[in-house]
């Protein structure tokens, strides 16, 4: 079979598929923005947050202890951005997109294994990069890692059966496993991840990095993809006929890094630490991380197996319970079951405000769909906005939404006068949210202004300043009736899920107030 042919057969498949996430508008947006000299945290945090699945993902793995060192919590996707660079945020992106398109495609061919090696392979090779003596591109190696067994990826998720045909002539060890694919394909697998890659617009290294390199022919950024890639296919038994051999592929990685043996293997075990810690929150299925021993292995290669598959497990022991399932990652289409109607209407409302955002509508619309959702599609009673005065001494009630709203307009709307019952009015000046989970707790009744607690009878509360560039223009505050129980740490995430969208409209906004008209 000719690769026009097989090429023609996958369009085909991804026509009627509704085209592979990896290759959506979505990452060919923020490929182009991150890779641009003119963009800047705002542009690329907009681009990813039209993608509401992705926004929290994201947001899940720039917490990972892995990526946050120290810098809090990170509840806006531009400030994920800019604490974790435009290089790696578009490196996650386009890996959480990956296993998105592909985690649940045909299980029987280990398409979730593929994905597995796929992302052990970047992050080794990012390593790699960032340890070895020939420093190279490490966010680079990153991407040329992960993508370099696309083509493979895409046969089995498009041509099922022409995959498991291979697969079978690969088991019976009769041929090399780039005859087969020649044979069954009309071309290597390698040469169909190139050519898809070059047609959605991967940099011109992601489909070098797929080759096979002649001597001196790649760069350490390229040539540690397709050597990481064969030493896991070594690690993982699926080289049966020894056609890259364990020992020569070590010797090849020492002469591309600089590295010893020793370093190399050090380097395997980090790697493999790493993606353990972030591998679940990528949706990945964490168990198919530890190796297997394979008869007849080397000494070398058998006691390498072994360190990694008792890292692995450590990992994962260290964890606790493993869930393999990627249902529960927010899934950009509807839920399964009524019981997750809530988080349906929650993604879709998000996906309303980000579209709101995108079209630059009105701050007044975007605050008034926040407010409607936070009290609609939680189980928050009342959420109200609260508009700051210009000279900061007066606040007003000017959005609410839910029960017993005249109890909060009765206490908000007041000036300030310099005494206890200005909490509300130090909270806005700080710019800092303050979460109560439940009046009850000991010490919050005692802490909070007398006339608030006969007010507004509240259970529990959350309240959040809002600025416009430098000023501070007033606040969202959401609460329990008392008697109700109080707010949930899933209820406090969605608070602060859409105020995030609040927050990126008033940055977005302000920015390009300050470039004026030429901006």
């Given amino acids: 079979m000719k690769v026009t042919d097989t090429l023609q057969r996958i369009h085909s498949k991804l026509d009627r598929l509704g085209d592979l996430p990896v290759f959506s508008a979505t990452v060919n947006r923020i490929n182009q923005v991150s890779n641009s000299q003119e963009s800047d945290a705002m542009a690329l945090a907009m681009a990813i947050m039209r993608d509401v699945s992705l926004s929290a993902r994201l947001l899940r793995l720039a917490n990972a202890p892995l990526f946050n060192r120290g810098q809090g919590n990170i509840s806006h996707v531009s400030r994920a951005v800019v604490v974790l660079g435009f290089d790696r945020i578009r490196n996650l992106c386009v890996t959480l997109k990956l296993v998105e398109g592909f985690h649940q495609q045909q299980p029987d061919l280990n398409v979730p294994g593929m994905l597995m090696r796929a992302f052990l392979n970047a992050n080794l090779a990012s390593e790699f990069m960032q340890r070895g003596k020939h420093r190279g591109d490490a966010e680079a190696a990153y991407i040329n890692g992960l993508l370099y067994g696309l083509g493979e990826i895409v046969v089995a998720y498009c041509l099922p059966d022409d995959y498991r045909r291979m697969q079978q002539h690969r088991a019976a060890k009769k041929h090399s496993w780039a005859h087969i694919q020649r044979e069954v394909l009309g071309a290597e697998l390698s040469d169909i991840g190139q050519e898809l890659a070059r047609s959605w617009g991967y940099p011109s290294s992601v489909a070098k990095a797929m080759r096979e390199p002649d001597q001196g022919s790649h760069a350490p950024s390229e040539q540690v993809a397709g050597l990481g890639y064969h030493l896991l296919e070594q690690l993982y038994g699926f080289d049966e006929r020894d ?50 021993f394979v008869d007849g292995a080397g000494d070398d290669k058998n006691e390498l197996i072994r360190q990694l598959a008792f890292t692995t497990r450590m990992q994962l022991d260290a964890d606790g ?197 030429a901006g």
């Fill in 321 to 517: 319970p493993v869930n393999d399932s990627f249902s529960e990652m927010p899934q950009s289409g509807p839920p399964a079951t009524d019981g997750n109607e809530h988080a349906r209407h929650q993604l879709e409302a998000l996906q309303e405000i980000n579209e709101m955002i995108a079209s630059n509508a009105p701050v007044q619309e975007i605050l008034r769909k926040v407010v409607n959702a936070l009290q609609q599609f939680t189980g928050f009673d009342r959420v109200i906005f609260c508009l700051l005065a210009p000279d900061a001494k007066a606040m007003s009630v000017r959005l609410g939404r839910g029960e017993h709203l005249k109890m909060l307009e009765r206490y908000f709307n007041r000036r300030s006068n310099g005494g206890r019952d200005d909490l509300f009015f130090r909270l806005v000046e700080r710019g800092a949210n303050l979460l109560v989970a439940d009046l009850d707790e000991e010490g919050w009744r005692e802490r909070l202004p007398t006339n608030y607690l006969s007010l507004c009878r509240s259970q529990g509360f959350v309240a959040s300043p809002l600025k416009s560039g430098k000023r501070t223009i007033g606040m969202i505050y959401a609460d329990k009736l008392a008697g109700n129980q109080g707010i949930s740490a899933g209820e406090f995430r969605t608070f602060n899920q859409f105020v995030s969208q609040v927050h990126f409209s008033l940055s977005h906004r302000a920015r390009d107030v300050a470039k004026g008209p």
């Fill in 243 to 292: 056609e890259y051999p364990f020992a020569e592929t070590m010797s090849e990685l020492m002469d591309c890094t600089g590295l010893e043996e020793s370093d190399i293997n050090e380097v395997l075990v980090q790697g493999f630490r790493q993606a353990g810690q972030v591998a679940k929150d990528c949706g990945l299925q964490t168990r198919r991380m530890i190796p297997r």
